[in-house]
């Protein structure tokens, strides 16, 4: 089965770093992405990591390591703006293959002056 | 360039009462997904599409139907609604089942 693990809230100051961490099991791996979720919104992506690494994308990069299970979202420069939840996610893989995607519960992130 | 559309956005109904969520996408996407969010829950599959005239069950199946007549529309019954049901529902569609998921706005139900 799949599992994903991820703090369920944190509080960072404006114009701070956070990091978002998230560890996951699958029985096969297809990639990991990361969602933004705003308060009454629908999800919208942020990224995805296939290979093990950082992936850079402005103010935000996420990390995958394959080997230990685990991807760190990187937000730098935080604003208030970036105050949402963040979900991580991972694909299903069924008989029929990779179709449909599971995340975790999100964690909620505070940014404050 | 709607993405995905869901209709209606709000609903109050009464246990026992029945209605229909829709779900409308013009990215010509295979794949269409049925997600509820409840506090401390996060995004629970309900049920998914993998084409037209296909459907599955999810993690959170009973107590729905979904119906995928068209490769656009992404249809959710409830027949009987619980006040357990009270969530916000998201749809969402994908072109290959594993990347590039489009989510909807989002309907707020509330069963009293």
């Known amino acids: 089965g799949q599992n994903i693990d991820q703090p369920t809230e944190m509080t960072a100051t404006e114009g701070a770093i956070v990091q978002i961490n998230c560890t996951y099991q699958?029985?096969?791996?297809?990639?990991l992405f990361w969602y933004q979720q705003h308060a009454g919104e629908a999800p919208t992506f942020l990224s995805y990591?296939?290979?093990?690494g950082l992936e850079e994308k402005g103010r935000f990069s996420s990390f995958l390591s394959r080997s230990k299970g685990y991807s760190y979202l990187l937000l730098k420069e935080l604003q208030m703006k970036d105050s949402a939840s963040y979900l991580c996610?991972?694909?299903?893989?069924?008989?029929?293959?990779?179709?449909?995607?599971?995340f975790g519960i999100g964690t909620k992130l505070q940014v404050i002056p | 360039n709607a993405g995905v559309t869901q209709t209606p956005k709000f609903r109050v109904l009464k246990t026992g009462q029945s209605m229909t969520l829709l779900c409308a996408q013009d990215?010509?996407?295979?794949?269409m997904y049925w997600y509820r969010q409840d506090p401390g829950m996060g995004l629970r599959l309900i049920h998914y599409?993998?084409?037209?005239?296909?459907?599955a069950k999810g993690e959170v199946p009973d107590g729905y139907n979904v119906s995928r007549l068209k490769k656009q529309n992404f249809l959710l019954g409830l027949e009987s609604a619980a006040p357990s049901q009270t969530s916000v529902y998201f749809c969402?569609?994908?072109?290959?089942?594993?990347?590039?998921?489009?989510f909807g706005s989002g309907t707020r139900l509330t069963v009293v």
């Open positions: 969402a569609s994908s072109p290959t089942g594993d990347l590039g998921y489009t």
């Open positions: 699958t029985s096969g791996f297809n990639g």
């Open positions: 990591n296939v290979l093990d």
């Open positions: 996610a991972v694909p299903l893989r069924s008989s029929g293959g990779y179709q449909k995607v599971t």
């Open positions: 990215m010509n996407h295979e794949y």
């Open positions: 599409s993998v084409g037209e005239g296909t459907t």
